[in-house]
């Protein structure tokens, strides 16, 4: 049997403030390099086992992408197993219930909270009262996946009490509230695993023990200088993230991407509420302008361009018929407009022809002819002279 381990030793993190581990690390550790390469489809282990040694929470978001992508996972057939040996905190505690069984050590503590945001040291009263609601709405969704999970032990006054501030749970307690399946005991830890079975990419071991070759550990060093050099490369300070609403194809509603650009790309996160703290179920997704995406892990793996239009229906092309009628008869028209037009002309120059010593052509304004030359003579002649005096 194939069983992907994942250790959770520091905190749930994100680019933007907690260091630790993240969707991509989880989902690395259990597809291997199709997490990596999308051209590769995804080749998931029988087993994944989460082990909690010492990890304090962190990155809501980062959480919740984890959790779902565990729950996909687990619907899809794998089974999901959740060890907690040292501190299980925060918004741990919600990865830890995507499991699909959860065992606890008796040396081993369990932390709830309610969320926290920093909302800076000169917020206004506005600024608190909008992060009072949105860490009202966190608290709402953490609240009902721990109601989900526990089977029905915990009620909500019971997780509203746990998270009105830090509650520290044991084994014992944490068993009673549902949070775990049982006490870790000898007999439940997990059987070991032939040698070369255990898919442990963190640490690739030498390539006879991972059945791996030369040139797949040259492409995952690869992969990671890429990532390293994306990661540091200069950020553009003016682009900020903007909440694309993307309309879906009927009455299935919008989704919303998290994206810096004008238009969807693939690694955008796609998330079902407004305020992107739900990710978008793994799946295909039918645009409204005919488009699809797929979505994996909460983000665009890949997106299909819009099929062919059909071919017209039997009103469409009676209308554009109908339309090209239409347009030929302005033609036609216009036509006989200008075949008249032109007539007309014609017919004054042939008028113009029929007056002695005329060519048919309009005289230009000042030119002397032999007619009027005549007439400005005869008009002078009866013209008396006036003579000019000078001093």
Same mark, same amino acid.
């Given at each position: 049997?194939? =069983?992907?381990?994942? @250790?959770?030793?520091?905190?749930?993190?994100?680019?933007?403030?907690?260091?630790?581990?993240?969707?991509?690390? =989880?989902?690395?550790?259990?597809? !291997?390099?199709? /997490?990596? %390469?999308?051209?590769?489809?995804?080749?998931?282990?029988?087993?994944? %086992?989460?082990?909690?040694?010492?990890?304090?929470?962190?990155?809501?978001?980062?959480?919740? /992408?984890?959790? @779902?992508?565990?729950?996909?996972?687990?619907?899809?057939? =794998?089974?999901?197993?959740?060890?907690?040996?040292?501190?299980?905190?925060?918004?741990?505690?919600?990865?830890?219930?995507?499991?699909? +069984?959860?065992?606890?050590?008796?040396?081993?503590?369990?932390?709830?909270?309610?969320?926290?945001?920093?909302?800076?040291?000169?917020?206004?009263?506005?600024?608190?009262?909008?992060?009072?609601?949105?860490? *009202?709405?966190?608290?709402?969704?953490?609240?009902?996946?721990?109601?989900?999970?526990?089977? $029905?032990?915990?009620?909500?006054?019971?997780?509203? &009490?746990?998270?009105?501030?830090?509650?520290?749970?044991?084994?014992?307690?944490?068993?009673?509230?549902?949070?775990?399946?049982?006490?870790?005991?000898?007999?439940?830890?997990?059987?070991?695993? !032939?040698?070369?079975?255990?898919? @442990?990419?963190?640490?690739?071991?030498?390539?006879?023990?991972?059945?791996?070759?030369?040139?797949?550990?040259?492409?995952?060093? *690869?992969?990671?200088?890429?990532?390293?050099?994306?990661?540091?490369?200069?950020?553009? &300070? +003016?682009?900020?993230?903007? #909440?694309?609403? =993307?309309?879906?194809?009927?009455?299935? $509603? #919008?989704?919303?991407? *998290?994206?810096?650009?004008?238009?969807?790309?693939?690694? *955008?996160?796609?998330?079902?509420?407004?305020?992107?703290?739900?990710?978008?179920?793994?799946?295909?997704?039918?645009?409204?302008?005919?488009?699809?995406?797929?979505?994996?892990?909460?983000?665009? +793996?890949?997106?299909?361009?819009?099929? #062919?239009?059909?071919?017209?229906?039997?009103?469409?092309?009676?209308?554009? @018929?109908?339309?090209?009628?239409?347009?030929?008869?302005?033609?036609?028209?216009?036509?006989?407009?200008?075949?008249?037009?032109?007539?007309?002309?014609?017919?004054?120059?042939?008028?113009?022809?029929?007056?002695?010593?005329?060519?048919?052509?309009?005289?230009?304004?000042?030119?002397?002819?032999?007619?009027?030359?005549?007439?400005?003579?005869?008009?002078?002649?009866?013209?008396?002279?006036?003579?000019?005096?000078?001093?």
């Amino acid at each position: 049997m194939r =069983v992907a381990k994942v @250790n959770f030793l520091d905190s749930i993190g994100c680019a933007d403030f907690f260091y630790g581990t993240t969707l991509q690390d =989880v989902r690395y550790a259990v597809e !291997g390099y199709s /997490a990596f %390469e999308g051209g590769e489809a995804a080749k998931y282990p029988e087993s994944v %086992e989460l082990y909690f040694w010492k990890c304090y929470g962190g990155d809501v978001y980062e959480g919740y /992408a984890i959790y @779902n992508y565990l729950r996909e996972l687990s619907k899809q057939g =794998v089974t999901v197993k959740c060890y907690i040996h040292g501190l299980c905190a925060s918004i741990a505690v919600l990865v830890a219930l995507a499991a699909d +069984e959860i065992y606890m050590a008796d040396a081993a503590l369990l932390m709830t909270h309610a969320p926290m945001v920093d909302t800076g040291v000169f917020a206004n009263a506005a600024d608190h009262r909008e992060a009072a609601a949105f860490l *009202d709405k966190i608290t709402a969704q953490i609240t009902s996946r721990y109601l989900a999970r526990t089977g $029905g032990k915990l009620t909500p006054e019971m997780a509203a &009490e746990l998270l009105t501030r830090e509650t520290y749970l044991s084994a014992d307690e944490a068993l009673a509230l549902g949070f775990v399946t049982a006490k870790l005991t000898d007999d439940l830890l997990p059987a070991p695993v !032939g040698e070369g079975k255990v898919l @442990n990419y963190f640490k690739p071991q030498t390539p006879q023990n991972m059945a791996i070759t030369a040139a797949d550990e040259t492409r995952l060093v *690869d992969k990671f200088i890429n990532a390293a050099k994306n990661y540091f490369a200069p950020k553009n &300070e +003016e682009a900020a993230p903007t #909440n694309l609403t =993307v309309a879906l194809e009927g009455e299935a $509603g #919008n989704i919303y991407v *998290d994206t810096t650009a004008d238009d969807l790309a693939q690694g *955008d996160m796609v998330y079902t509420d407004e305020a992107l703290t739900l990710a978008a179920a793994d799946g295909n997704y039918t645009l409204a302008d005919a488009r699809s995406i797929t979505v994996a892990a909460g983000a665009i +793996e890949s997106i299909t361009s819009a099929s #062919n239009s059909a071919a017209p229906g039997a009103d469409e092309l009676a209308a554009a @018929n109908s339309r090209n009628a239409e347009l030929e008869a302005q033609v036609a028209a216009l036509t006989a407009e200008r075949d008249g037009a032109t007539n007309s002309v014609r017919n004054l120059q042939n008028r113009l022809k029929a007056v002695p010593g005329s060519t048919g052509n309009p005289t230009p304004a000042g030119t002397q002819t032999p007619a009027n030359k005549a007439a400005a003579g005869a008009a002078a002649a009866t013209t008396p002279r006036l003579n000019v005096v000078r001093r």
